[in-house]
């Protein structure tokens, strides 16, 4: 940064360049805001700037639809959302679930947000960066603790908590950012106050105007109006801006119904309701304008407006327009904004204040006949809330801020080298005590068992044409031989019980001797004729034990099966017969007492949960494959 005399024209970081990242409330192509402009100014001045693109202050509604759209697309045509605009300066747009205040949402967002970033700085060596946010979300806070700032400064320009009552939850988020912001720049008097209850480094810095090219306007010897102006006769009563819930269309009516003569002239993007307006003859919609052309329409109006509502929302507004009317010294007629009566004491009576119809109409007649001895204050006033100074004074202030936090550190690095071991401590305590909790509630604690419940499936018994048993494999215990036994006894007893005159042993798997081999010698030593077994070999995992003894079931003209196999392996196990067998009746008849999945404890062993996991992500597999 270089050093200056206060107010002068400072650059931040000419002499050691910053690397800046800009969380921003907006897109970078909305309305032209001061957002865009701090960032720009500061690329221009050599800095490296990365503008982050709005990430949400509410849940989105469909009116968000083409907003989302243009992000999408945005982001198709971009890097993994990531391009540059202009020289030093790169805008991001991030993909994320529109629920600023779901902690689910806010933890997959702070993912992939946080790999993209991290991906992104690491390729340009973008490293300790002084984070500059609009945005006070838990979003915002998180991705400011994985940036490892050198600095972080809080513009708050608004009050976000009235301005709809789902973004009333940012409340919390906000007194923590304040908190955790080195430096908060404010831009009204109410804003100010409130920041002052959380923080001791707060600053007014009011939006400013980006004079020059005001300047180059007015004194354009191109006296022509623009092309959608021509036909519009004056006097022309003009306002600039987004055309929102915040403007009193109801004053605009009243005002354009009783003054015939006036044209009233919005030159911004419909954002609200305007068909109140639609059909008064003297009121046109000129849509919006690129951020350059707006001096040409303000230097066509005769009288400017601030015709905002007066809520709790606005007391906080400072309107960036008012400086931008003033430059081309322009009257101007406004609502009793708190900011703008505030405006009048600091600089004299510029603006004219109206609270209704008839005052706003008297405000408009009296401009009209306002003197040239009033332009050149209007215009000294503009040029003293320049962003060119105001740009210069927060540099200033960032200059400073850091310069103190660096010999700070050096002075106190005794107690910042303890405070990493205190911290290290700490992560270790907790990291300790979150994998104690973690084996306590699935060793020592019946929620494994709630977990498994699902997957544990049994019919009432009746009587069936075969009982079919699905070997184990090797099992959930991951080792040959074991399981099998169960089974087989389940079977026997259930044929023993008359429920069925055949068994049918379905497995492939091979250990010395066939499975299904060994299953019916265990059987036939049981009791079971040896004529009653038939035996399917071939299948090697569930889907194919429910398809080749479904061909086994249809040459013999069976309809319905008793279906054993392990208790939780069952859901899996019938979903595969329904899905090839769909004809057939299967009856789940699982062991009943497992002696693997016996619970000897409220917890379950590592062995018993692998084999649950192992379940859920068999299931999972077949649905993705197609299988069930």
């Not at 002052?196 to 004194?219: K, M, Q």
């Not at 249809?554 to 392996?569: A, D, F, M, T």
Request: one cysteine or more.
């Amino acid at each position: 940064m270089m050093t200056g005399e206060p107010g002068a024209a400072r650059t931040l970081g000419v002499a050691a360049p910053q690397d800046i990242v800009c969380i921003s409330s907006i897109d970078f192509d909305f309305i032209w805001q001061g957002h865009q402009q701090i960032m720009s100014t500061l690329a221009a001045q050599g800095n490296r700037v990365l503008f982050i693109e709005n990430t949400g202050i509410r849940s989105v509604s469909l009116s968000d639809m083409p907003r989302l759209k243009k992000r999408l697309a945005r982001w198709w045509h971009s890097v993994r959302g990531f391009r540059q605009e202009r020289p030093n300066l790169y805008v991001y747009s991030p993909l994320g679930l529109p629920f600023p205040y779901s902690r689910i949402a806010q933890w997959i967002n702070r993912f992939l947000i946080t790999l993209d970033l991290g991906r992104w700085m690491k390729a340009v060596q973008f490293n300790k960066p002084v984070v500059w946010t609009f945005l006070p979300t838990p979003l915002a806070m998180d991705l400011i603790r994985s940036l490892d700032p050198k600095l972080v400064i809080y513009y708050c320009i608004d009050n976000f908590a009235a301005s709809s009552p789902s973004a009333k939850k940012i409340l919390r988020a906000e007194e923590k950012m304040f908190e955790r912001a080195d430096m908060v720049f404010v831009t009204s008097h109410q804003l100010e106050q409130y920041a002052c209850r959380h923080n001791s480094n707060v600053h007014l810095f009011p939006f400013g105007v980006d004079y020059d090219i005001f300047e180059r306007a007015r004194n354009s010897d191109i006296r022509s109006l623009p092309e959608d102006m021509a036909g519009i006769p004056a006097p022309r009563i003009g306002y600039v801006g987004g055309i929102h819930k915040w403007v009193n269309l109801d004053l605009l009516k009243e005002t354009a119904s009783r003054n015939g003569a006036y044209q009233f002239v919005l030159v911004g993007p419909i954002q609200t309701d305007v068909s109140l307006l639609r059909g008064l003859p003297n009121v046109h919609f000129l849509g919006p304008k690129p951020h350059d052309l707006l001096p040409d329409y303000i230097r066509s109006f005769d009288v400017c407006t601030i015709p905002y509502r007066l809520t709790e929302y606005t007391d906080n507004v400072y309107p960036t327009k008012t400086n931008e009317y003033l430059a081309m010294g322009k009257p101007v007629v406004s609502t009793p904004l708190k900011e703008i009566s505030l405006f009048n004491q600091r600089h004299g009576p510029l603006i004219s204040i109206a609270s209704n119809p008839g005052e706003f109409a008297q405000g408009i007649e009296k401009a009209l006949g306002s003197g040239e001895e009033k332009i050149s204050r209007r215009i000294e006033v503009a040029r003293e809330n320049s962003w060119q100074v105001k740009i210069g004074r927060m540099a200033a202030l960032i200059e400073t801020t850091i310069k103190e936090r660096a010999a700070n550190k050096a002075l106190k690095w005794p107690d910042l080298f303890l405070g990493l071991y205190r911290n290290a401590q700490r992560k270790i305590i907790t990291s300790l005590a979150a994998a104690g909790l973690f084996a306590g509630l699935l060793f020592f604690s019946p929620l494994p068992w709630f977990i498994a419940a699902p997957l544990k499936l049994s019919d009432a018994l009746r009587k069936a044409d075969a009982i079919v048993v699905l070997a184990g494999g090797v099992g959930e215990s991951g080792k040959a031989g074991q399981g099998y036994e169960e089974r087989v006894n389940r079977a026997v007893e259930l044929y023993k019980s008359g429920y069925a005159d055949k068994l049918i042993f379905s497995s492939g798997y091979v250990y010395v001797f066939q499975e299904p081999e060994v299953m019916k010698a265990l059987a036939v030593s049981l009791g079971i004729p040896p004529e009653a077994i038939l035996l399917e070999t071939k299948a090697v995992n569930t889907r194919q034990n429910a398809l080749y003894t479904a061909k086994i079931l249809k040459e013999n003209g069976w309809k319905r099966i008793l279906l054993v196999s392990s208790p939780y392996h069952m859901r899996r196990a019938l979903l595969s017969f329904a899905k090839t067998a769909p004809e057939l009746e299967v009856v789940a008849a699982p062991v009943e007492e497992s002696y693997y999945y016996s619970r000897r404890r409220p917890g379950m062993t590592l062995s018993q949960i692998e084999g649950i996991a192992h379940e859920y992500m068999a299931i999972l597999y077949y649905r993705l494959k197609g299988w069930v």
